[in-house]
């Protein structure tokens, strides 16, 4: 089993529309989770930071589930340009604080 | 502020060739990261320094790889000989600190090996 695991989509969605997407980890030591962003042909990019309360950053929401040990995204209103592979990324206490790396989902918003 | 700088952007070579790739970090940040992409595989993690001493090499590949940081400035990374499943994205990535900070990746290197 994977460490972190992703739905890998396409989710095909209609500009406008509301749409999430979730990862689950397997290591309870845990520490630190992330979302990036990756568009085609281009480096990964931090979207945002996950927090124990989760938080909110414009239409993007994050949240944090630790008792079931996944974190989850939610666009709201999307845009054509949210269109992108969106990476989970976690960071374990044991693993000297590397980052581990889903696969990421892509994401494609349609007109 | 530059970023994390990578060279060359693009690289086309045959099976069997030495292949050297390039990164330098943004200046201050003390660990550097290797990483390989690829469609099937995702991101791979495939070292790690801190303070230019390599910690985790771990997902180096094989004998073929081989990575060095002489100095905070400058990275290699080297695949002699080349074959043809080492094409990939290679992304170098440094990040400030010995905690979960972010990483900051640079514009990754396009490796196709024919």
């Known amino acids: 089993r994977k460490e972190v695991e992703q739905d890998p989509g396409p989710f095909n969605v209609p500009e406008g529309a509301t749409v999430a997407f979730n990862c689950t980890y397997s290591?309870?030591?845990?520490?630190?989770f992330f979302w990036y962003r990756q568009d085609c042909r281009k480096e990964p990019k931090l979207l945002m930071s996950?927090?124990?309360?989760?938080n909110e950053d414009g239409r993007f929401t994050a949240q944090l589930n630790r008792a079931s040990q996944y974190i989850s995204l939610l666009i709201r209103d999307s845009k054509l340009s949210d269109s992108a592979t969106y990476l989970c990324?976690?960071?374990?206490?044991?693993?000297?604080?590397?980052?581990?790396w889903g696969a990421g989902t892509k994401l494609i918003i349609k007109p | 502020d530059a970023g994390v700088i990578q060279s060359p952007r693009h690289e086309v070579t045959e099976m069997g060739q030495e292949v050297t790739l390039r990164c330098k970090p943004i200046?201050?940040?003390?660990?550097l990261f290797w990483y390989r992409q690829t469609m099937m595989r995702g991101l791979e993690l495939l070292i790690y320094?801190?303070?230019?001493?390599?910690?985790?090499d771990s997902g180096m590949p094989e004998d073929r790889f081989s990575a060095k940081m002489p100095n905070a400035s400058f990275s290699t990374l080297k695949i002699q000989p080349s074959e043809p499943r080492d094409s990939a994205v290679y992304f170098c990535a440094s990040r400030t600190g010995g905690g979960p900070e972010t990483q900051y990746f640079g514009p990754g290197t396009r490796l196709l090996v024919l």
């Open positions: 320094f801190n303070n230019n001493v390599p910690i985790d």
């Open positions: 200046s201050g940040h003390n660990s």
């Open positions: 996950v927090y124990s309360s989760g």
């Open positions: 990324v976690v960071c374990f206490m044991d693993s000297n604080y590397q980052l581990i």
């Open positions: 290591n309870s030591a845990s520490q630190s």
